[in-house]
């Protein structure tokens, strides 16, 4: 079993729709980190949390410590958000990778 | 298949001092990118090589440099070392297609750690 799993995969919606992507980690951990890939560039960090809830314009991402569980939500979605997300946690001076959603935002 | 490597896993040094830090890439692949960690912020981008070229740098000072070698295995070389240059350095390699999605495949990383 992986340490840090991402759900869903892949995730194609439509303009406007709200938007969620989960992921649970099982190992001890200082840090979630929520990053965004977008075609052709370099991985771009999104948030990094230790506890509660960050909020940076349509993105939104929440930690529950007790439960390893993080989410990320992006508010009335536009094709500009496609590309992939991926989750990672920070454990023992360590970078542990979730596999990353690969979101599509249909206009 | 061996996945991305770097060397040295752990590596220290003083103020002033300049550091190498070595990737070699999953074979078959053109594009290296090198990222910093530091403790309490997110994942910052450095540095994107491809073919031997620079084709990308993020926002650091002159003092971070490297090159990319013709069997695409790259180096990062920090100079003049600060206490905050501290940090894990990742490394990760793709094949650039220039199509929609590119898949970043992640080394362990270096700890880089100035006393």
């Known amino acids: 079993k992986n340490e840090v799993e991402q759900s869903p995969q892949n995730l194609t919606a439509q303009e406007g729709e709200f938007i969620t992507i989960n992921c649970s980690y099982s190992?001890?951990?200082?840090?979630l980190h929520w990053l965004q890939q977008h075609p052709g560039g370099g991985i771009v960090s999104l948030f990094m949390l230790s506890s509660g809830k960050k909020k940076h314009g349509r993105l939104i991402a929440t930690i529950n410590i007790q439960e390893k569980h993080s989410s990320l939500h992006i508010t009335a979605s536009h094709p500009r958000d496609s590309a992939v997300y991926i989750c990672a946690v920070s454990s023992n001076y360590q970078l542990i990778w979730g596999a990353g959603t690969k979101l599509i935002i249909k206009p | 298949e061996a996945g991305v490597t770097q060397s040295p896993t752990h590596l220290i040094k003083t103020r002033g001092q300049q550091a190498t830090l070595r990737c070699s890439p999953i074979s078959g692949h053109t594009s290296v990118y090198w990222y910093q960690q530091a403790l309490g912020l997110g994942l910052q981008f450095l540095l994107w090589y491809d073919e031997g070229e620079e084709r990308n740098r993020g926002n650091f000072p002159p003092r971070f440099s490297g090159r990319q070698f013709p069997n695409y295995s790259s180096e990062l070389n920090v100079n003049a070392l600060e206490l905050e240059d501290s940090a894990l350095y990742l490394c990760?390699?793709?094949?650039?297609?220039?199509?929609?999605?590119?898949?970043?495949?992640f080394g362990a990383g270096t700890r880089l750690s100035v006393l």
């Open positions: 990760a390699s793709s094949l650039w297609t220039g199509e929609t999605k590119n898949i970043q495949y």
């Open positions: 190992v001890g951990i200082s840090a």
